[in-house]
């Protein structure tokens, strides 16, 4: 039988930085304010923490939760007094020291923490540890297909709310924005299993909540969303945009994303609702990328536009984000749950390179391959 293990503290985050001290926000949600980030990054004393808020404590558990938007939801839900366990297949340290997180801080939460080991594939091992150990609340951070969630909630009868982690992605490609929760979606899109996941939950007759982030960006992200903009920056190259580079976008801090997280949890207004999460403004591709110099301190960039259809990369891509507007309504979230997203997008930014990419951590190594491919063209054309 599955049983509940207590996480003892991993290994912690290098505490080397390139930056002083001074210089890192913090963990919890300081911002970086506008003036600051014109010329050295110089950042003032915490002027808010993410903000949770009371009620029952709730035994919780998360599938996934070592990656990303996990340990910032984990964290704050630690904060919350609610008992949370992780269900991974125990590859990844079950808790890691985050950069500008104190010692205290990092080994109260480590102290708190269970771990359920195991692979959510394994059905009949899902649905017989659950239903041993019973829990009030699912989190589903990493679900992609819907045969993955029947054995959770098969084996949690009594279980008061599941709380989906879905895409924006699953809307049908529009002429008209933003997406709202109501638009008609793509059955046919790559995320169709998060699709297909929510109308399970709906026929089940759970009491579910899905959250349906855009782009989401932030510190230890895994995706190459500001990270891809960071390599080139610091490489003094020019940036490589398809197209005309207006294409409009939009991204969404991960600490607010789990603060979402948090607003929805024991919601009443929230039951069997789906909600849009990202940031309150629209950004355009070549703004994301000035964006990200003035987030990190560096000049201007040099941007390069290009026609993709006149190259062929194979297998890589390019670019980070998909050729075309793509962005969503959050105003349901605002009203509903109240949701003020504590970060504009430099000062996201910022968080993001200071806490990170900024302290020489990142995920992938810089690639410019196909930039050199691109680049190489331009110049052709332009001699």
């Keep these: 039988m599955a049983r509940l293990v207590a996480v003892q503290p991993q290994q912690r985050h290098p505490s080397f930085s390139l930056l ?17 980030l014109q010329c050295k990054r110089r950042v003032s004393q915490p002027k808010v923490a993410l903000q949770v808020t009371a009620s029952s404590a709730k035994k919780i558990l998360i599938m996934g939760g070592t990656r990303f938007i996990g340990l910032f939801l984990s964290r704050l839900l630690v904060k919350e007094g609610h008992q949370v366990t992780l269900f991974t297949r125990g590859k990844a340290p079950i808790t890691q020291q985050l950069p500008g997180e104190s010692d205290k801080d990092y080994t109260d939460f480590a102290s708190k923490i269970l771990h359920l080991k195991g692979d959510r594939k394994d059905y009949e091992f899902v649905k017989s540890s659950l239903s041993a150990e019973g829990f009030d609340v699912v989190y589903d951070i990493n679900g992609r297909e819907a ?43 790559r995320h169709k299993g998060k699709l297909e996941t929510e109308s399970l939950l709906e026929s089940k007759g759970v009491n579910w909540t899905s959250i349906r ?116 309504s959050i105003d349901k979230a605002k009203s509903v749950l109240g949701l003020k997203p504590d970060f504009d997008l430099v000062e996201g930014l910022a968080d993001s390179y200071n806490l990170d990419f900024g302290r020489g951590t990142f995920r992938k190594e810089a690639d410019f391959s196909t930039d050199d491919i691109i680049l190489g063209k331009s110049l052709v054309l332009q001699s």
């Design 147 to 189: 045969e993955e969630v029947v054995p959770i909630v098969e084996g949690l009868p009594n279980l008061e709310q599941y709380i989906y982690c879905s895409s924006a992605g699953v809307y049908l490609k529009s002429d008209q924005l933003p997406h709202f929760e109501t638009d008609a979606v793509d059955p046919k899109s």
């Design 213 to 328: 982030p855009v782009y989401i960006y932030g510190p230890l992200n895994y995706n190459p969303v500001e990270e891809w903009f960071f390599h080139r920056l610091k490489a003094g190259r020019p940036i490589p945009v398809p197209n005309s580079g207006i294409q409009i976008t939009q991204l969404g801090h991960v600490k607010d994303l789990a603060t979402a997280f948090i607003k929805v949890l024991g919601n009443e207004k929230a039951s069997k609702e789906v909600f849009n999460i990202s940031g309150e403004k629209y950004v355009t591709f070549d703004g994301l990328a000035k964006a990200c110099a003035k987030a990190g301190g560096f000049p201007e960039p040099e941007i390069v536009h290009y026609n993709p259809k006149e190259f062929d990369f194979g297998k890589k891509k390019a670019f980070p984000f998909r050729d075309q507007h793509f962005f969503a």
């Design 20 to 36: 002083p001290p001074s210089s890192l926000s913090d963990f919890n949600g300081t911002r970086l304010l506008h003036s600051q």
